[in-house]
């Protein structure tokens, strides 16, 4: 499970996280919805413990990860996998390295159960003829099944997604959101996915969580969330300019 | 001037003394980080090899012809000065001594940071914008261990090496210059040689390559590990590393002359 309570982070004068508190129950799919530049990706960079935050605890199925370092927090981070935004995927390596290379660095397995495991990931993500192309060589819907492919070969309890679809067509956005709900289906992890992807993100989370002026200001099912009478969530689902949300 | 201008300027000094030394005390601090992990395993040899081969291999072309060149314009320019005094047999060891104590050492640096130290500050710098290195932390592994301790150590091992090939083939540009083309005889020029130059010179400049090796991988790694944001942020950073490493050369350069390598 992923507890955050009362998370608070400033940067120079600007307060981006303000009091944020969210549960993520196991095997649970979370989405955090919320404007651009709103502090979403700053939430996630607090899970992996890339960001410290100024105020506020963040316990990882019962580990406070802003009270820990060094291998206490590696052995939280191992039970991470992250999908990145562009997808992170390290250019000099192929499709095939980068999938296994946590395997290669993290595990014992020798190469022909990383090969197997790998192939096993590509054909998962679709992608299965792809392991000897470099990054630069695929699309961006492409890069985003590897980072999903990647982030899944350990196996994980947790699954983290930072807005896995921006930049992406509707049609490769869709087979992204499949395949999420797929692999959550079929490995069980505990996701959280960061989003502005409205309403597609409905079809895909158990929860959502809307984040606003640093904090989440509602949460709910998809279907109650839709209906909330929140008039920041409403504004913000219809993607109206009228309304109480300030742009940022 | 009221006392309330001197005040402000004063103040504005000790802001921008205090934020220098922050800054120093981080760049050392990353340095430290990156030592300490050299002798700490997981030992990486394969990206090692990479980096070897990236700093060194790729670099001997640049360092040939520089080397050869600039061993050839010594010898001219001092086969000019030594004639005005009939000291022609000082060639050999003038041109060795110059290129081994000094010219061979920096030159070499020099050239590796415009070459190769640019390049590293650019691939770490892209590679922290796309979040390559944010990926590596979420995977519990230690970008310093995986990006930067290769390249340290590569460093030391390839910058004496480039110094000492640039050293020859200094020597012998300088060797076609004054025996070749100005007609001294080669036995002068080798044999003077053999007499002036120590062991201690050759030590010395070998010393200086091992440092500065340090300088640029240190600061090139450093300046792309903290770049700024987005093309920009990289270039500037680029820009930045390829200046600071060079200006930190010759200052640590005459400070070795001067201090230490009497």
Not at chain 1, 194 to 222: C, Q, R
Not at chain 2, 167 to 187: E, T
Request: hydrophobic share 45%; proline share 4%; charged share 20%.
């Amino acid at each position: 499970m992923i507890e955050i309570v009362n998370l608070k982070k400033r940067f120079g004068k600007q307060q981006v996280l303000t009091g944020l508190s969210l549960r993520v129950f196991n095997k649970e799919l979370v989405a955090v919805i919320g404007q651009s530049g709103g502090g979403k990706s700053v939430l996630l960079k607090h899970l992996i413990g890339i960001i410290r935050p100024d105020e506020g605890k963040i316990l990882i199925e019962g580990v406070d990860i802003t009270e820990v370092g060094g291998k206490e927090l590696d052995s939280v981070r191992e039970k991470f996998g992250v999908v990145f935004q562009e997808g992170a995927l390290f250019d000099s390596f192929t499709i095939h390295e980068n999938i296994a290379f946590p395997l290669r660095e993290k595990t014992r397995m020798g190469k022909d159960e990383i090969d197997a495991r790998v192939a096993q990931a590509l054909e998962d993500v679709g992608l299965k003829e792809m392991g000897g192309k470099y990054p630069a060589e695929i699309s961006g819907g492409m890069k985003r099944r590897v980072a999903l492919a990647r982030a899944l070969i350990t196996e994980p309890k947790i699954v983290l997604f930072d807005e896995p679809t921006t930049g992406l067509d509707p049609i490769i956005s869709s087979s992204i959101h499949k395949l999420i709900t797929k692999t959550h289906k079929k490995y069980g992890f505990t996701g959280l996915i960061i989003s502005h992807e409205i309403p597609e993100i409905f079809e895909v989370a158990d929860k959502i969580a809307m984040l606003y002026n640093g904090t989440i200001i509602e949460t709910g099912p998809p279907e109650e969330f839709r209906h909330s009478d929140n008039p920041y969530v409403q504004q913000f689902i219809s993607g109206s300019l009228e309304g109480p949300i300030e742009l940022l | 001037m009221t006392i309330y201008d001197v005040t402000a300027c004063i103040r504005l000094i000790g802001a921008w003394f205090l934020s220098l030394l922050r800054g120093l005390g981080h760049m050392f601090l990353f340095l430290l980080d990156a030592l300490v992990t050299i002798f700490r395993p997981p030992f990486k040899f394969k990206m090692l090899m990479r980096q070897i081969r990236f700093l060194g291999s790729k670099s001997m072309v640049v360092i040939l012809l520089t080397g050869s060149f600039t061993g050839m314009v010594l010898s001219l320019q001092i086969y000019y000065t030594l004639r005005k005094f009939g000291s022609e047999a000082l060639l050999g060891p003038a041109v060795a001594l110059s290129i081994i104590r000094e010219l061979g050492p920096v030159l070499s640096a020099l050239m590796v940071t415009g070459r190769a130290g640019s390049a590293l500050t650019a691939e770490i710098g892209i590679m922290k914008i796309t979040e390559q290195i944010d990926a590596l932390t979420s995977m519990a592994l230690n970008p310093i261990r995986y990006l930067i301790v290769p390249n340290i150590v590569a460093a030391l091992i390839v910058f004496p090496l480039l110094t000492s090939i640039f050293d020859l083939i200094g020597i012998y540009g300088g060797y076609f210059v004054g025996v070749k083309l100005l007609g001294l005889s080669a036995g002068t020029y080798f044999s003077q040689m053999e007499t002036f130059v120590k062991m201690e010179d050759i030590r010395a400049g070998l010393y200086k390559a091992l440092s500065f090796g340090v300088i640029v991988s240190w600061v090139c790694c450093y300046k792309g590990y903290y770049t700024g944001y987005g093309a920009e942020g990289v270039s500037k950073a680029t820009t930045s590393a390829v200046v600071m490493s060079s200006v930190l050369i010759l200052i640590w350069d005459y400070f070795l002359g001067t201090v230490l390598l009497k």
